[in-house]
């Protein structure tokens, strides 16, 4: 009976010590700074483990980059403590010609957006699919107030040899798009054949 409330003890007491949490980052240096491409997470009851492992996840990741492209300049550093996850507060979309979408990357920076995007992209083009594809920032664009709009339009009555004998111009109003012009052009032709006599006729301008 001892052993068990023992062990019960025990295993409350390291329930009760919270998980150490460290944040390794990979960045990307050029000759205007550095910027994070990702993060890696790790929790252990020690933190010098926990940073360990991130670091090798970060290593590994880098070392993979390397493989693709033997120019870029990276480096691993321990961030902190912290739980690494932030605001994913940018993205790109690898987008068709026709702007279709085919995948969206989302990263704590939109240089790390962009690279996660360009490293798919390219990725993919080597495994033969030739997506003709590019990466394009995404962001949610405002719908624009719809806009009333007033057009104008004339006609001329016309007589022998073309003469102009009259003008007759009136006016529509409407949302944007929706055929304003249209509609004013149909009320001055109106307002034209309404007077027409003889052979004279009516002409828009």
């Known amino acids: 009976m001892k052993k068990i409330l023992m062990a019960l003890v025990t295993l409350l007491t390291v329930s009760s010590v919270s ?19 990702q993060t890696f997470v790790k ?36 961030e902190g403590r912290g739980n690494g996850n ?12 026709n702007g279709a979408v085919i995948d969206t990357f989302s990263r704590q920076s939109c240089r790390a957006a962009e690279d996660a995007c360009m490293r798919d992209l390219i990725q993919r083009n080597r495994n033969g699919r030739n997506l003709r594809a590019r990466c394009v920032q995404s962001y949610s664009r405002p719908t624009p107030p719809t806009r009333n709009v007033t057009r104008s339009c004339t006609v001329d009555r016309r007589g022998g040899q073309g003469r102009v ?25 109106n307002q034209c ?13």
Do not use: P
Request: with cysteine; glycine share 4%; charged share 30%.
């Open 19 to 37: 998980a150490e949490v460290c944040t390794a980052k990979l960045d990307q240096l050029d000759r205007f700074g550095s910027y994070t491409i």
């Open 43 to 78: 929790f252990d009851f020690n933190q010098q483990r926990a940073c360990n492992e991130a670091l090798r996840d970060c290593r590994q990741e880098l070392n993979e980059r390397r493989r693709w492209d033997r120019n870029a300049n990276l480096t691993c550093s321990v």
């Open 193 to 205: 054949q309404r007077n027409v006599i003889n052979r004279q006729y009516c002409t828009q301008r």
């Open 165 to 189: 004998r009259d003008s007759h111009t009136a006016q529509a109003s409407g949302r944007q798009g929706s055929g304003v012009l249209a509609k004013a052009c149909q009320k001055a032709m």
């Open 86 to 97: 932030g605001n994913r507060n940018c993205s790109y979309d690898m987008q068709r010609r």
